[in-house]
């Protein structure tokens, strides 16, 4: 029974235990609703933005970094393609306006923690409040309406073969991850850097273009969730992604990156998001008040954390003596 439990990490196993325990847990206590196609479908569309934000951000943890400004990013996003939509009607033009603001916001988080050495804690933090005042500033805190059906359609209300496109969008990010993490370069060395940067300097690793690239991708991945939720609620509004930052940081690291980097686990970070994703349903379909449900996600979110990196170490290492 040791033997195998040691060969268990529990680490990076942790999240597809709790992801089981929570379905099997809700439908006991809800019922046939809650497993139900529509309820399934429904989740899918809940968490499409934090599974596509969780993608980039496990790289960018995976490097021993964080982002705290991609909820803001979001939100500006979707605000600059509402107002590009509402001056233009052109699609093309609006996506790419609001995906190059990403890109830049990412470029420039990374070439402040690398240029001025100051921890991408405190830069990033700081980035969320220019970004979330300018949104507000920008539009008084009004939402801009987008009535361009074919953006809504394509990024938020249609289906493929009756799967929401918002899940479908979350499977090609989840494809570049997974690609890119174990079948790329960049994914090598971005874990090498995580683990030890000083090693991975003296091997010849651009230290400094790694980890630009990571915040970058981690800023294109933003701007895109934003996309994705003005094209759902058909408006750009300053409040979309208010708090995503904690929420995908927690879908992550219980999909079993380390925070402290050097590991990353691309496709558990995308269960993570679903599995919070269930909680969050799961509560809400049993009738939990809103601070009801925000004691109950905490403590679960603690908990999970807690056991995937320090609880039932016990267990791996046998009983003393």
Same mark, same amino acid.
């Given at each position: 029974?040791?033997?195998?439990?040691?060969?268990?990490?529990?680490?990076?196993?942790?999240?597809?235990?709790?992801?089981?325990?929570?379905?099997?847990?809700?439908?006991?206590?809800?019922?046939?609703?809650?497993?139900?196609?529509?309820?399934?479908?429904?989740?899918?569309?809940?968490?499409?933005?934090?599974?596509?934000?969780?993608?980039?951000?496990?790289?960018?943890? *995976? &490097?021993?970094? #964080?982002? +705290? =400004?991609? $909820?803001?990013?979001?939100?500006?996003?979707? %605000?600059?393609? !509402? /107002?590009?939509?509402? *001056? &233009?009607?052109? #699609?093309? +033009? =609006?996506? $790419?306006?609001?995906?190059?603001?990403?890109? %830049?916001?990412? !470029? /420039?988080?990374?070439?402040?923690?690398?240029?001025?050495?100051?921890?991408?804690?405190?830069?990033?933090?700081?980035?969320?409040?220019?970004?979330?005042?300018?949104?507000?500033?920008?539009?008084?805190?009004?939402?801009?309406?987008?009535?361009?059906?074919?953006?809504?359609?394509?990024?938020?209300?249609?289906?493929?073969?009756?799967?929401?496109?918002?899940?479908?969008?979350?499977?090609?990010?989840?494809?570049?991850?997974?690609?890119?993490?174990?079948?790329?370069?960049?994914?090598?060395?971005?874990?090498?850097?995580?683990?030890?940067?000083?090693?991975?300097?003296?091997?010849?690793?651009?230290?400094?273009?790694?980890?630009?690239?990571?915040?970058?991708?981690?800023?294109?991945?933003?701007?895109?969730?934003?996309?994705?939720?003005?094209?759902?609620?058909?408006?750009?509004?300053?409040?979309?992604?208010?708090?995503?930052?904690?929420?995908?940081?927690?879908?992550?690291?219980?999909?079993?990156?380390?925070?402290?980097?050097?590991?990353?686990?691309?496709?558990?970070?995308?269960?993570?998001?679903?599995?919070?994703?269930?909680?969050?349903?799961?509560?809400?379909?049993?009738?939990?008040?809103?601070?009801?449900?925000?004691?109950?996600?905490?403590?679960?979110?603690?908990?999970?954390?807690?056991?995937?990196?320090?609880?039932?170490?016990?267990?791996?290492?046998?009983?003393?003596?």
């Amino acid at each position: 029974m040791h033997s195998i439990l040691s060969r268990f990490d529990l680490t990076k196993n942790i999240v597809y235990i709790a992801f089981v325990v929570a379905i099997i847990f809700f439908y006991l206590v809800i019922g046939d609703k809650f497993l139900s196609t529509t309820n399934i479908l429904n989740i899918t569309r809940q968490t499409a933005m934090i599974s596509i934000m969780a993608v980039s951000m496990t790289f960018v943890i *995976a &490097t021993g970094q #964080i982002d +705290l =400004s991609i $909820g803001s990013v979001a939100a500006l996003a979707s %605000l600059i393609v !509402a /107002l590009m939509l509402e *001056a &233009t009607d052109s #699609i093309l +033009l =609006s996506v $790419g306006v609001g995906l190059g603001f990403g890109i %830049l916001t990412g !470029a /420039l988080n990374g070439v402040l923690i690398t240029a001025l050495g100051v921890p991408s804690f405190l830069v990033t933090l700081g980035m969320m409040g220019i970004i979330k005042g300018l949104a507000m500033w920008i539009t008084a805190t009004s939402a801009i309406p987008i009535r361009n059906n074919g953006y809504n359609t394509i990024f938020g209300l249609g289906t493929v073969f009756g799967i929401p496109i918002l899940f479908v969008w979350t499977l090609v990010a989840l494809a570049v991850g997974l690609f890119v993490m174990n079948y790329t370069t960049f994914g090598k060395k971005a874990l090498a850097v995580g683990g030890n940067e000083v090693a991975a300097r003296y091997s010849g690793v651009n230290v400094t273009a790694i980890k630009i690239i990571a915040m970058t991708m981690s800023g294109f991945t933003a701007a895109f969730a934003g996309i994705l939720y003005s094209g759902r609620m058909q408006a750009g509004r300053f409040t979309f992604g208010e708090g995503d930052e904690l929420t995908v940081i927690a879908a992550v690291i219980l999909g079993g990156t380390s925070l402290f980097g050097g590991t990353a686990n691309v496709f558990g970070s995308v269960v993570g998001s679903l599995l919070i994703g269930i909680i969050n349903n799961g509560l809400i379909l049993g009738g939990l008040t809103v601070s009801q449900q925000m004691m109950v996600r905490g403590a679960i979110v603690i908990l999970a954390t807690a056991l995937g990196t320090r609880g039932f170490r016990f267990l791996r290492k046998g009983p003393k003596g």
